[in-house]
């Protein structure tokens, strides 16, 4: 069937009235606004633990709050409730570049790692062909989000996007994440690509802990210099805003932040991973679908309380020799490098103390169900070599709120308005269908008259 380059451009101009119509419905169907208010009534788990401060309240689906340094879980909100990442994916990838890449390795930029991405997501227009660091790239991957040179990381670690995604669950596991999965380097939505509040302090916390990611994720500008591979000359700015100096501006501006990662989609909304240092605290915020810019206010909130409301200690202060009497550790001693976090007006005796191995392990009874990590030691027994300090993590007794998966989308509301876009959508397109064939009709019509026309024409010049 041949269509008229007009009818082409009518057809082409009547599809994207359609998409646009389409998108402003769907986006009128959700009011983000009213689901993040919602969300501010949700259950705080960790207030519901015994003698523990009250944590404030947000609009986010998902907030932790951890100690960097024993992994204490100092707040919880539907910590275990799985959730799209969006970019805070790339805190895992950087850290998986990092464990297995020279930092001066060329990083070459193929077709799919550059034309693959969603057009119009973030990225640092890198072509095809060319190549820089892996220190540039990393750069470009924590300050500019930029999705195609994940993609390249990706490539250039593991040969594929896909065998890298599998690198990055392995580490996930060996961080002791639960509900965890990722399959690409960037964040683009997935149904299948998430993870989970708890999940994702875990991995930032063993990203803060190497002390060149660390100091990348708080830089505030970078230069890209323009080299042989790649033509070039740009500044990289970090889109962090509670980073102070960060020069998208001051107003989310937080005296404490040292660094982060930014994120969002769509679907996933607003995410967020900060990093905070107050005197000798090290605290991690996560927060998993929020409202923009709540993301920041909710994270400074979350760090007041924590700063204001725990305090860390050597684990060998808290514990007494009697204790490790008990215990069976007659004669051992314990290694100065363990630490415990816990509410400030704690006391020594509010603590439980168990032994996990060669690790002595400081835990406290949160609920009747629920026994959360405050901290842990190795344990030196005559001459044997000091145990390493294992991540502390929040032991939970499964419940059904943990095997819980990704909520539904949209309301009743939202349904009917879907349907209703539906049923117009298939309206216009029958319509369209009517439309193009009166076109091809009636310029096949027209193509018979001129036939016609140029017939008569003929007979006319050999009758003469």
Request: proline residues 2%.
């Amino acid at each position: 069937m041949l269509i008229s380059k007009k009818t082409r451009v009518r057809i082409a101009c009547g599809l994207c009235s359609m998409l646009f119509l389409g998108s402003s419905l769907m986006t009128q169907a959700v009011d983000y606004a009213a689901e993040a208010e919602n969300r501010k009534y949700m259950e705080i788990q960790s207030d519901d633990w015994k003698n523990w401060p009250a944590g404030p309240s947000n609009g986010a689906e998902g907030a932790i709050l951890m100690d960097a340094d024993t992994g204490a879980v100092l707040y919880a909100k539907n910590i275990d409730t799985k959730e799209y990442p969006a970019s805070i994916t790339k805190v895992m990838t950087a850290l998986v570049v990092m464990e297995n890449c020279d930092m001066e390795e060329q990083v070459t930029f193929s077709h799919e790692a550059v034309y693959s991405i969603e057009r119009g997501s973030s990225n640092v227009g890198m072509d095809e062909g060319q190549s820089m660091t892996v220190r540039e790239s990393l750069y470009c991957l924590l300050l500019a989000s930029a999705n195609e040179v994940a993609n390249a990381l990706a490539e250039h670690v593991a040969g594929s996007v896909d065998a890298f995604a599998d690198m990055m669950n392995a580490k996930a596991a060996e961080l002791g994440c639960t509900n965890t999965n990722f399959v690409n380097p960037h964040g683009l939505h997935d149904d299948n690509h998430y993870t989970t509040a708890h999940d994702m302090a875990l991995i930032s916390r063993a990203f803060y802990e190497n002390e060149t990611l660390r100091e990348m994720a708080g830089t505030i500008s970078y230069d890209i210099i323009a080299s042989a591979n790649q033509p070039d000359s740009f500044q990289l700015m970090n889109h962090h805003r509670m980073l102070p100096g960060c020069m998208y501006g001051s107003r989310y501006n937080y005296e404490y932040a040292v660094g982060g990662k930014t994120g969002y989609t769509v679907i996933a909304r607003e995410t967020l991973v900060t990093f905070a240092k107050k005197d000798d605290m090290n605290l991690i915020c996560v927060i998993m679908k929020e409202e923009p810019h709540a993301q920041y206010t909710d994270s400074e909130d979350l760090f007041e309380y924590g700063f204001n409301n725990f305090k860390t200690m050597k684990l060998s202060d808290a514990v007494e020799t009697g204790t490790l009497n008990e215990l069976g550790l007659n004669g051992a001693t314990l290694t100065e490098d363990g630490y415990i976090t816990m509410p400030a007006k704690f006391e020594a005796s509010d603590l439980e103390f168990q032994v996990d191995g060669t690790s002595l392990v400081c835990a406290y009874k949160a609920t009747e169900d629920q026994t959360i990590v405050l901290g842990s030691t190795g344990v030196e027994i005559a001459k044997q070599e000091t145990v390493e300090v294992p991540a502390a993590e929040t032991v939970e007794t499964e419940t059904e709120e943990n095997k819980k998966e990704i909520p539904a989308e949209g309301s009743l509301l939202q349904n009917i308005v879907k349907t209703v876009f539906l049923i117009l959508m298939l309206a216009l397109i029958g319509a369209l269908v009517v439309y193009v064939k009166h076109q091809v009709k009636r310029d096949k019509e027209q193509a018979e008259k001129r036939r016609a026309v140029l017939e008569r024409m003929r007979k006319r010049r050999e009758e003469d």
